[in-house]
């Protein structure tokens, strides 16, 4: 078998095709379509998996496409798509419906404003005191940005939130001990569109998802964009042991510590209906990405969750 592998491997090789024993036998393993449909927050990382894994299953088709994470628990449900992605906590009205979740990775939802903003300067040595972002997005009680970040300025603040059911809006209310519903604020529909709106409105305050502030690439915050930090001592400035925005891989380290808070930080979950175990194709898929995956997931932009966390997660694909 060994020869046979290694005759293989040098055909291969010869072809412009490297290929390790251990990926050609994986090759053509499985095959069949997985349909997966949610969250913007964990739309860029499942591509990410997915084009990896056709690497090795080749015969594997997906179909992924982002809409929040309340369509992706609504498509699971309702049997549309084999995966919802979810950027929240599971409801136990949704358990009890059949959802089965799996968390995958981790991220954080940060606020953002534009770079245009005449004021930017001050509020990133000021930062958000989360008294304030309750007076700006839970009672409106701050409409300037003086009152919002202690600025001498009669500057109003233009509020964005999101219009879809998602997984960012909830974690984002949840960091106030609120729901989506109680955000104020301009409703624009997903990611993209949120961080789009702020980056054209120099008054404009609102909040996204790690992917959508940062660039993946280059580990820098996305060209138009700054992400404002949390003044977590409440001291009305940004000390140096809260002042972990300058890159992603800063933040993902201050999230992974437990420097930044959860919420907004939060585990994504891949969500199917009922245990995925009679499904071979779909139970292969996700105990990848809980497996060989995570290696994928730092480079994304993403956090790994702790490995007794996965462990927890492969057990409940038994």
């Known amino acids: 078998m060994k020869k046979t592998l290694n ?4 055909i291969l090789t010869i072809t412009g095709q490297i290929v390790s024993p251990r990926q050609l036998l994986a090759q053509g393993k ?7 449909s949610g969250a913007f927050a964990l739309y860029p990382m499942v591509v990410k998996w997915a084009d990896e894994y056709k690497k090795i299953n080749p015969s594997v088709r997906f179909d992924i496409s982002a809409g929040g ?18 950027s929240r906590e599971i409801y136990p009205e949704e358990i009890k419906k059949g959802a089965f ?10 606020a953002v404003i534009s770079e245009q903003n005449p004021l930017l300067n001050d509020i990133l040595k000021t930062g958000l005191k989360k008294d ?19 600025i001498k ?22 960091y106030y001990g609120k729901k989506q519903e109680d955000l104020l604020g301009v409703g624009v529909f997903g990611d993209p569109g949120l961080a789009q709106a702020v980056r054209k409105d120099p008054l404009g305050l609102g909040y996204n998802n790690l992917g959508y502030a940062y660039d993946a ?3 820098q915050q996305i060209k138009g964009i700054r992400v404002v930090p949390l003044d977590l001592n409440n001291n009305g400035k940004i000390d140096p042991d809260e002042d972990f925005y300058g890159s992603m891989n800063d933040l993902i380290a201050a999230i992974a510590s437990g420097k930044y808070p959860s919420p907004p930080a939060r585990d994504l979950y891949m969500v199917t209906k009922g245990n995925p175990s009679g499904n071979k194709v779909l139970t292969d898929f996700i105990r990848w990405v809980l497996t060989d995956g995570q290696k994928y997931v730092n480079e994304a932009g993403y956090i790994t969750l702790p490995k007794d966390k996965i462990a927890a997660e492969l057990q409940k694909l038994k």
């Open 217 to 219: 690439t280059t580990k």
């Open 30 to 36: 499985n095959t069949g379509q997985i349909s997966i």
């Open 69 to 86: 994470a309340g369509k992706g628990i609504s498509d699971v449900l309702n049997s549309m798509v084999e995966i919802g992605m979810v």
């Open 153 to 174: 300025s009669t500057i109003p603040v233009h509020v964005y939130t999101r219009s879809d059911a998602c997984g960012a809006a909830e974690m984002w209310a949840k």
């Open 101 to 110: 979740p799996v968390a995958v990775t981790k991220d954080a939802v940060v």
């Open 7 to 10: 005759i293989l491997l040098v």
């Open 132 to 150: 304030a972002g309750n007076n700006i997005w839970i009672t409106g009680k701050y409409v300037t940005w003086s009152q919002a970040f202690g």
